[in-house]
Nanobody
């Protein structure tokens, strides 16, 4: 599977963006999927993820209630709807997929990564 992230851009604080991550290759439904982000000079952090089997979703505390992760297996695509954006959400956002992901919040558990898309939130 290869992942292609898109949808980043510049938005004012309080605005919304929707990121997409298109998968090609093996069936997307075989994978747990997640979003991570990396701000300048900071480590990559967990944002949100969906389990492969149950479809349960999980969020970092900093985005819970504002961001929504979803997946459309028929389209081999996952999404991250981001609302009420804040300047501290500014980062490069990466989508990731993995078959055996026991801890969705750990980037080392994911096998495949997209190239990243930049989100900039102005104050």
């Amino acid at each position: 599977v290869q992942l292609q992230a898109s949808g980043g851009g510049l938005v004012q604080a309080g605005g919304s963006l929707r990121l997409s991550c298109a998968a090609s290759g093996r069936s997307f439904s075989d994978y747990a999927v997640g979003w991570f982000r990396q701000a300048p000079e900071k480590e990559r952090d967990f944002v949100a993820a969906i389990r492969r089997t149950s479809g349960a979703s999980y969020y970092a505390g900093s985005v819970r209630g504002r961001f929504t992760i979803s997946r459309d297996n028929a389209k081999n695509t996952m999404y991250l709807q981001m609302n009420s954006l804040k300047p501290e959400d500014t980062a490069v956002y990466y989508c990731a997929a993995g078959i055996r992901v026991s801890d969705l919040s750990r980037d080392s558990h994911y096998d495949i990564w997209g190239q990243g898309t930049l989100v900039t939130v102005s104050s």
